[in-house]
């Protein structure tokens, strides 16, 4: 569990919209209707969606207990295969020599081929284990903020999709341009300075514009 480890990746991100009452109802049913999608002896190459820290593998989200505190506890989970090009090449040229005899014929059409090698990767898809990749989320409800302890690009995007899907919210990632939009103490014009901030470069000789 990553909320446990030594060291971790976070980030922050701000939850955008109110959720519907009751509250814990609301949110178990989304976690339920978009828990993760096993695709072992499936021909899927991807799969997203959401499983229990402490029973990844078979999460049960109608009897788990994950509100701890004020803290809602879930993780994403990302299942994806993956089959090197070498093994796709082995198996396609095999496919088409066979259908070569078969025919009796010298050359296959282009479109055989595109069909054939589908069919390669259909049937090696189903035989493939796919590889997990688990992400841990404490949510806080009620103060509207979220913290995912990841920051890879593919898996906050997954993220972001996949809450907006579930809870009908959107999440807007803090960083100090965001962080300032939240701040209620912030004037007009201190926003508008914010607003046309642009970016400093920095070298051993000094500031740049």
Same mark, same amino acid.
């Given at each position: 569990m990553q909320l446990l480890s030594s060291s971790l990746s976070l980030t922050r991100y701000r939850v955008k919209g109110?959720?519907?009452d009751p509250m814990m109802d609301t949110i178990r049913s989304g976690l339920k209707d978009n828990v993760i999608r096993e695709i072992d002896?499936?021909?899927a190459v991807k799969s997203v969606g959401w499983t229990t820290p402490d029973n990844p593998f078979? &999460?049960?989200f109608e009897s788990a207990d994950f509100l701890f505190g004020s803290s809602v506890i879930f993780s994403l989970r990302i299942d994806k295969k993956?089959?090197?090009a070498k093994i796709v090449n082995k198996h396609y040229s095999m496919a088409v020599q066979k259908r070569l005899a078969e025919t009796e014929r010298e050359h296959l059409a282009k479109n055989e081929k595109r069909e054939l090698k589908d069919e390669i990767l259909h049937r090696l898809?189903?035989?493939v284990p796919a590889s997990p990749g688990i992400y841990d989320i404490?949510?806080? &409800?009620?103060?509207?903020d979220l913290w995912f302890f990841s920051n890879m690009k593919e898996a906050n995007e997954e993220l972001e999709t996949l809450f907006s899907k579930s809870f009908r919210l959107s999440l807007v990632r803090i960083f100090p341009y965001t962080a300032a939009q939240f701040l209620s103490r912030i004037g007009d014009d201190a926003f508008d300075a914010v607003h046309k901030l642009g970016p400093s470069f920095f070298s051993q000789g000094g500031e740049h514009a």
């Open positions: 109110n959720i519907a002896n499936d021909p078979s &999460p049960d993956s089959i090197p898809y189903l035989r404490a949510w806080h &409800p009620e103060a509207g």
